[in-house]
Nanobody, 121 residues
Framework: QVQLVESGGGLVQAGGSLRLSCAAS????????MGWYRQAPGKQRELVAV???????NYADSVKGRFTIYRDNAKNTVYLQMNSLKPEDTAVYYC???????????????WGQGTQVTVSS
């Protein structure tokens, strides 16, 4: 089994910062892509940022220059440093990991339970 445990969400005023963490545990052979997605009320879940096992990153245009994604491969953990937060960043943030559980397994996606981020104006 694989589990993703998230932490770091909360309430912050506009302009503030938060750091989200997501640790993957269980039977894991290799983690390929890790990322953060978010879903605001009434909206579809959207990609925020992703990072590959080699450290390549990609960000949604709305967060470029404000958010930074990085990972600690030894700890199977991905982080999202969120600076200059805006009210429109308010959403439930979900951790995602694309991984294989053995050298003969196919890649599968796993999701965390989500953590609430609320930015007040």
């Amino acid at each position: 089994q694989v589990q993703l445990v998230e932490s770091g969400g909360g309430l912050v005023q506009a302009g503030g910062s938060l750091r989200l963490s997501c640790a993957a545990s269980g039977s894991i052979f290799r983690i390929n892509t890790m990322g953060w997605y978010r879903q605001a009320p009434g909206k579809q879940r959207e990609l925020v940022a992703v990072v590959t096992s080699g450290g390549r990153t990609n960000y949604a245009d709305s967060v470029k220059g404000r958010f930074t994604i990085y990972r600690d491969n030894a700890k199977n953990t991905v982080y999202l440093q969120m600076n200059s937060l805006k009210p429109e960043d308010t959403a439930v943030y979900y951790c995602n990991a694309g991984l294989i559980r053995s050298n003969i397994a196919q890649s599968s996606n796993y999701w965390g339970q989500g953590t609430q981020v609320t930015v007040s104006s």
